[in-house]
C-alpha cells in the first residue's frame, strides 16, 4: 500500500492531539482508528492493478526531428472503476530535454469492464531503436488517500529514421538531371553515352561526334548528340569506422554521409541507374541490394537508421574485396570516408588501384567547418597558433586528396551542408562527361 500526500497529512494532523493528550500508545489507537480504518477501506477499493491489460498501436518509424504518437489502451476487467496515474517509461533519448515527465506521464479513469486509451507523443533526438520500457499504473482508492501500484511491461519498438534534411536540394539537381538527359536542353555529347539523334554541326561542337557518313549524304556537316547512359550501377560504401565517429558541428561525420548517400541515391534513382549500399568497417554493418527504384529509398533509410559508427580500425583490404564482390561489373563505387592521412596512405591507397581498374571510384569526405574558421582568425597570440594548425590540416587534406586524384578518383571535400548537394554535383557531372 502506497501512502499518499494526503494521507501523511491527515495522519500527522491526526497524531498531533495524541501527542499531547493521550501520550499511551492505546489513546494513540483509538484515536486514530477512524483514519486507519479510512485508508484500510479506501486501499480496499482501488482498482487492481496487477489484473489490468494493456494494448499498443501507433507510428512504428518516425523521421529523426519529427513526432511520433504511440497509444496505449488500458483495460480494466475488475468491478471497481480505476483512478490511476499512469506512467510509460521510454529511453530518455525518445524526448528533447526538458520535456519527458510532461509526454510520459498520463491521469486516467476506467470505469468497470472499460477501456481507455491515452496517447505518448515522442520526438526523439537520436536514430535508431527506441523501445518502450515499462508502464507504472498508481490506483487510487475514491478517498485518494491510499494507492496500489504495479509495473507491466509492454513492449512497443519505434524506429527512428535519418532525417534526409538535403532533399531540399533534390528539385534543383532534378531540373539539372532533366537538361543532361536532353528534356529541357540541347543534349550534351561525351564519349561512352548513348547516341541519341543527329542535328547540324555548330562551330565549337566537338569534331569527334561528327557523323561522317550522315554528312557525306547531305549537304551540312552532321554530327551526333548523345543522351547518358541509364542502367548504370552504382555502390555506395560508408566507412563506418571509429573515423566515422568523430562529431562535427552537431553531428557525428556517418549522419552527415548517410544524408549526402540518401540525395544521391534519390537523385540516381530518378536518373534510372541501380543503387545498392554497403556499410562496412570490419565487417558488413549494412547491405542493400538488388531493389527497385520505388523500394530502393526506403529500404535504405530503413537499414541506416540503427547503423552507429564502430570504434574499430576499418579494414581497408577487406573493404576493397567487399566491394569488388558486390560490384562485379563496370560501377561508379562512392566511398564515404575520412580524408586523415593515416588512413587513407596506409590502408586505402595500397588496395586502391584493384578499384580503380574496373571500377569510376568517388571518394566523398566530411570537412570540418571549424577548421575554416580558426585557419581566418587571427585576433589573438592564441588564435595565430590556432590559425597555424588549421592551416596545417588543411595543406594535409588537399595532400591525402591530390593523391588520391593521382590515381584517378574525384574527390568531393565539403563540410556537412554542403557535402550532400556537392556529392550530387559530382555525380551528374561524371555522367556529363560519360565516365559512368
Given amino acids: 500500500m502506497a501512502l499518499t500526500g494526503r494521507t501523511a497529512l491527515l495522519a500527522a494532523l491526526g497524531s498531533l492531539p495524541v501527542g499531547i493528550l493521550a501520550p499511551s500508545w492505546t489513546g494513540m489507537l483509538a484515536v486514530n482508528a477512524p483514519l486507519s480504518l479510512a485508508i484500510l477501506c479506501d486501499y480496499a477499493l482501488a482498482a487492481p492493478v496487477r489484473t489490468l491489460r494493456f494494448t499498443r498501436s501507433g507510428d512504428t518509424s518516425v523521421r529523426l526531428g519529427d513526432r511520433a504518437e504511440v497509444q496505449l489502451t488500458v483495460t480494466n476487467p475488475s468491478n471497481r472503476p480505476l483512478r490511476a496515474h499512469l506512467r510509460d517509461a521510454w529511453p530518455p533519448s525518445s524526448w528533447i530535454t526538458g520535456t519527458e515527465q510532461a509526454a ?29 520500457e515499462r508502464v507504472t499504473v498508481r490506483s487510487y482508492g475514491p478517498l485518494g488517500l491510499a494507492a496500489r501500484q504495479g509495473t507491466h511491461r509492454v513492449p512497443w519498438t519505434v524506429r527512428v529514421l535519418p532525417p534526409f534534411t538535403s532533399r531540399k536540394h533534390l528539385p534543383s539537381r532534378l531540373a539539372r538531371l532533366r537538361e543532361l538527359d536532353g528534356r529541357t536542353s540541347v543534349l550534351i555529347r561525351g564519349q561512352g553515352t548513348e547516341f541519341d539523334s543527329l542535328r547540324d554541326y555548330v562551330p565549337g561542337d566537338d569534331t569527334r561526334s561528327i557523323d561522317w557518313r550522315a554528312t557525306a549524304r547531305q549537304t551540312t556537316v552532321a554530327v ?38 540518401l540525395l544521391l541515391t534519390a537523385l540516381a534513382s530518378r536518373a534510372g541507374d541501380r543503387v545498392d549500399l554497403l556499410a562496412y568497417d570490419r565487417r558488413i554493418r549494412a547491405q542493400v541490394q538488388g531493389r527497385s527504384a520505388g523500394d530502393l529509398l526506403p529500404a535504405l533509410v530503413n537499414a541506416l537508421a540503427p547503423l552507429e559508427p564502430e570504434l574499430v580500425e576499418t579494414d581497408a583490404r577487406g573493404l576493397s574485396a567487399t566491394a569488388l564482390t558486390c560490384a562485379p ?8 570516408t ?43 597570440i592564441e588564435a595565430v597558433y590556432d590559425a597555424a594548425a588549421a592551416t596545417q590540416a588543411q595543406a594535409q587534406r588537399r595532400r591525402t586528396a591530390e593523391q588520391l586524384q593521382r590515381h584517378g578518383v574525384t574527390v568531393v571535400d565539403a563540410t556537412p551542408d554542403n557535402l550532400a548537394p556537392a556529392l550530387a554535383d559530382a555525380y551528374l557531372a561524371l555522367k556529363a562527361a560519360g565516365r559512368l
Fill in 104 to 132: 510520459s506521464r498520463h491521469k486516467l479513469t476506467v470505469p468497470a469492464s472499460e477501456r481507455r486509451r491515452v496517447t505518448t507523443a515522442l520526438r526523439p533526438t537520436r536514430r535508431g531503436d527506441r523501445q518502450a
Fill in 224 to 261: 551526333r548528340t548523345w543522351r547518358p547512359e541509364r542502367d548504370r550501377h552504382i555502390l555506395v560504401v560508408l566507412d563506418t569506422g571509429r573515423t566515422s565517429a568523430g562529431r562535427v558541428g552537431d553531428v557525428p561525420r556517418l549522419d552527415a554521409a548517410m544524408d549526402a548517400a
Fill in 329 to 336: 561489373r563496370r560501377s561508379l563505387i562512392v566511398l564515404l
Fill in 338 to 380: 575520412s580524408l586523415e592521412a593515416a588512413p587513407i596512405e596506409e590502408g586505402l591507397l595500397p588496395v586502391l588501384p584493384q578499384l580503380t581498374q574496373r571500377h569510376t571510384v568517388l571518394v566523398a569526405s566530411v570537412a570540418d567547418p571549424h577548421i575554416q574558421q580558426m585557419s581566418t582568425s587571427r585576433r589573438t
